[in-house]
């Protein structure tokens, strides 16, 4: 389906275009009407932390995009500046199927049973990262929680030379960082909006800022962590935002595959 004739002039390049997108409910009419861009704004919006809980106040507001962040506002009140929430901050990238020369600004995420354990009584979390491991085909699952004596001294000790081994020769390790606890479980909600491509020249599409790269990996890369991940091969990563796999060949993010030529290789371990 082709984009509708206001987001087909979008000039989504210029970092500090400002455009209306036109009235809520039209937007939303011109969505359900076949535009993927409007469908778009409309996600973003939907699922805001601004506006989700307050949907039903939109109508007969306007919808602005100011310097890429995306919001909604009364008609007499557009000149005011807008301090919209994260989530509605977008960012510009390019699509995973462009062929064409990458722009370095632009381009920096890339286009990338046997157990003791009852199920049915073991923490969400552990459900959940068995559920992975049998998905996967993989037959064990080291949980820290449950196979180390941490709270042994002299097994710990032990431990510690095992580590090596243990992570250098598994096939993976399972990086959660959403819920609070092991109750929470790995798998969330987590919208992830990507537009069809815009702009001027047809080269690019937004999608929320937080989306990008995000401290969400480096946040865990301390300490024990980060002997961990440089001992293990790869490792897919559950955030808050999105789902990330990481290994020699660099990271792939569900939110969109696009080379991450600012950090290069996610390699940052042993080879
Ligand atoms: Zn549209």
């Excluded at 805001?48 to 106040?57: K, V």
């Excluded at 060949?249 to 996610?266: N, T, V």
């Amino acid at each position: 389906m082709p984009i509708c004739e206001i987001c087909n002039v979008l000039d989504i390049e210029d970092p500090r275009a400002e455009f209306q997108l036109g009235e809520y409910s039209a937007l939303v009419a011109r969505a359900d009407e076949g535009c993927n861009s409007c469908k778009f704004f409309c996600d973003v919006i939907q699922t805001s932390s601004r506006w989700r809980e307050r949907l039903t106040e939109i109508p007969g507001h306007i919808v602005f995009l100011a310097s890429r962040r995306l919001d909604v506002r009364k008609a007499d009140r557009l000149d005011r500046r807008t301090y919209s929430s994260d989530d509605l901050e977008l960012d510009i990238c390019v699509p995973e199927d462009y062929v064409g020369p990458k722009d370095d600004e632009v381009d920096r995420i890339r286009s990338i049973d046997d157990t003791e354990i009852d199920p049915d009584s073991s923490p969400k979390t552990f459900q959940d990262a068995l559920a992975i491991a049998r998905h996967l085909e993989i037959s064990y699952l080291w949980i820290r929680d449950l196979c180390s004596n941490e709270r042994d001294p002299a097994a710990s000790a032990e431990e510690l030379h095992k580590l090596g081994a243990i992570y250098s020769n598994s096939a993976l390790i399972i990086s959660v960082r959403t819920g609070d606890d092991l109750n929470s479980g790995i798998f969330s909600t987590r919208p992830i909006h990507c537009s069809p491509v815009l702009g001027q020249k047809k080269l690019h599409c937004l999608r929320p800022r937080m989306l990008r790269w995000t401290d969400a990996i480096d946040y865990g890369f301390s300490g024990r962590a980060a002997q961990e991940r440089m001992l293990a091969p790869r490792t897919v990563h559950y955030t808050e935002h999105q789902m990330i796999w990481e290994c020699a060949a660099g990271y792939q993010f569900e939110a969109l595959g696009i080379l991450d030529k600012q950090r290069g290789s996610g390699q940052v371990r042993q080879q």
